[in-house]
């Protein structure tokens, strides 16, 4: 099918209108054809349309913006070691399609900043840790969202930024674009039900609960916190998580979220790329829980 020109486009979009069944599929069909270039011109129509035919504009406007996430969550798995910021914005762009990435870039390289000007110079890794928990978990108030816990916005960076509150991973992977931008050697720690960040300033890891407001615990506390949970320790739990994994459980924690929900059409666009994301390493056992 020949590319359609931005003329062209526009006229199909102006055919959204139509009444006759057979008729709107064909138009419906070519503007899914037409590919992203058919967004601003359903947006402009979408900004002066009556509610009826508004529902009609956003359901094809969803379609071609999951369409094109789809493709770019391909391409970031056919990373060896996809980067976990770029996919933590793309698991955003499910839930908010038109969110800008680099405003809250901006935000995250304003916070590290904001930590550095507190220190000085040459402060070692450990008192950047203490200056950053005061930061973030005092002066800021990020902590769990108890009273939501199971509220979608919570797996959402962009809106988790915006409202201060989330669940053990999201809030560990705040953690961990921080510690990235401050040069703190933190990685992901996929204990079952209860996401944490380790890092490593000594001997022996030192684990953070972003979820607890930043609370340190020694590896004979995650063994109680696994104990309490009903789980046996076993040393893979504390393990790096790679950014892959990282990312799967914060989209899988969504899926459960959509299902419980009543949005099962959500729950398994969301499972689709789940997929395609684990697509790039061989399959295995999926850790549980937030």
């Avoid at 789940?274 to 697509?279: K, T």
Wanted: net charge neutral.
């Amino acid at each position: 099918m020949k590319t359609l020109s931005d003329s062209e486009t526009r006229s199909l979009v102006s055919l959204l209108d139509e009444e006759d069944p057979a008729v709107l599929h064909l138009v419906q069909s070519r503007i899914l054809d037409a590919g992203p270039s058919a967004i601003p011109h359903l947006e402009e129509l979408r900004r002066r349309c009556e509610a009826e035919l508004a529902s009609r504009v956003d359901g094809l406007m969803n379609r071609l913006h999951f369409r094109r996430l789809q493709d770019d969550f391909r391409e970031l798995a056919s990373s060896p070691a996809p980067d976990l910021e770029r996919g933590v914005w793309l698991v955003a762009r499910f839930g908010y399609p038109t969110a800008d990435p680099a405003a809250f870039t901006g935000w995250l390289d304003s916070c590290a900043d904001g930590v550095r000007r507190a220190l000085p110079e040459g402060a070692p890794p450990a008192q950047t840790l203490q200056e950053l928990n005061r930061q973030l978990f005092g002066v800021m108030g990020f902590c769990g969202n108890e009273q939501h816990y199971y509220d979608p916005d919570n797996s959402y960076l962009n809106r988790v930024i915006e409202k201060r509150r989330g669940i053990p991973v999201s809030l560990s992977v705040l953690y961990l674009l921080l510690s990235k931008r401050l040069a703190l050697p933190a990685f992901g720690v996929a204990t079952p039900g209860h996401f944490l960040v380790g890092l490593r300033l000594g001997p022996q890891a030192t684990y953070i609960d972003p979820y607890g407001r930043g609370r340190l615990m020694a590896l004979a506390d995650v063994r109680q916190m696994l104990a309490r949970s009903g789980y046996e320790f076993r040393p893979e739990f504390v393990a790096p998580a790679s950014p892959r994994d990282i990312l799967a459980r914060m989209m899988r924690n969504l899926v459960s979220i959509y299902q419980k929900g009543a949005q099962p059409e959500r729950a398994e666009m969301l499972s689709s790329l789940v997929d395609v994301l684990l697509s790039g390493r061989a399959p295995r056992p999926a850790a549980r829980g937030s």
